[in-house]
């Protein structure tokens, strides 16, 4: 099967790919090994052909629009299409793990900056957007970051210097 204008479909191991070949069979389904991945690959005849030209039409689409992604809905199913960003693994695999990492190390700082807020409106008797923007104005000032700052509000019993200045004096 040539390789060029072919729709291949990874599948995370060789059974899930023969069990997609054995439902795409009316395709004439072939598995490809390329590397670690196993994909079932077809080529298009007339009625796949028109997919094709959708999905490369929307392709060019979220290009040209620099989205990162578009749902395609086909009667009660949503799909997810993907755009490699520049700079990002080209992979969807890739990207999704990258998006995960980048949304945990998010939650992560966002919980430490909220235990941060609480403990120090409970120590000044603030409300928690004074709290927030004495760590903000403190991080600032001290050129470090707010994680950082917040981290150290909630380990130490003292409030750090520059942030207990900031409530004590409002």
Same mark, same amino acid.
């Given at each position: 099967?040539?390789?060029?204008?072919? /729709?291949?479909?990874?599948?995370?191991?060789?059974?899930?790919?023969?069990?997609?070949?054995?439902? @795409? +069979?009316?395709?004439?389904?072939?598995?490809?090994?390329?590397?670690?991945?196993? &994909?079932?690959?077809?080529?298009?005849?007339?009625?796949? &052909?028109? =997919? %094709?030209?959708?999905?490369?039409? @929307?392709?060019?689409?979220?290009?040209?629009? &620099?989205? =990162?992604?578009?749902?395609?809905?086909?009667? *009660?199913? =949503?799909?997810?299409?993907?755009?490699?960003? !520049? +700079?990002?693994? !080209? +992979?969807?695999?890739?990207? @999704? %793990?990258?998006?995960?990492?980048?949304?945990?190390?998010?939650? !992560?700082?966002?919980?430490? /900056?909220?235990?941060?807020? +609480?403990?120090?409106? *409970?120590?000044?008797?603030?409300?928690?957007?004074?709290?927030? *923007?004495?760590?903000? &104005?403190? =991080?600032?000032?001290?050129?470090?970051?707010?994680?950082?700052?917040?981290?150290?509000?909630? !380990?130490?019993?003292?409030?750090?210097?520059?942030?207990?200045?900031?409530?004590?004096?409002?």
């Amino acid at each position: 099967m040539t390789h060029g204008q072919s /729709i291949r479909i990874e599948a995370s191991k060789r059974p899930h790919a023969e069990s997609l070949q054995s439902v @795409l +069979g009316d395709f004439a389904p072939e598995l490809v090994q390329i590397g670690q991945s196993w &994909q079932v690959e077809i080529l298009p005849g007339p009625e796949t &052909q028109a =997919a %094709l030209d959708l999905f490369h039409t @929307l392709g060019s689409w979220l290009e040209s629009e &620099q989205r =990162a992604s578009l749902t395609l809905h086909l009667d *009660e199913r =949503a799909y997810t299409l993907l755009r490699p960003v !520049d +700079g990002q693994p !080209d +992979g969807s695999t890739e990207f @999704l %793990l990258e998006r995960i990492a980048q949304l945990q190390t998010a939650l !992560d700082s966002r919980v430490v /900056i909220e235990r941060a807020k +609480g403990v120090l409106a *409970e120590r000044y008797g603030v409300g928690f957007d004074e709290a927030f *923007e004495a760590l903000r &104005q403190a =991080a600032r000032s001290s050129r470090t970051e707010l994680k950082a700052v917040a981290q150290r509000t909630v !380990d130490d019993r003292q409030t750090p210097p520059g942030i207990e200045r900031l409530l004590v004096t409002s």
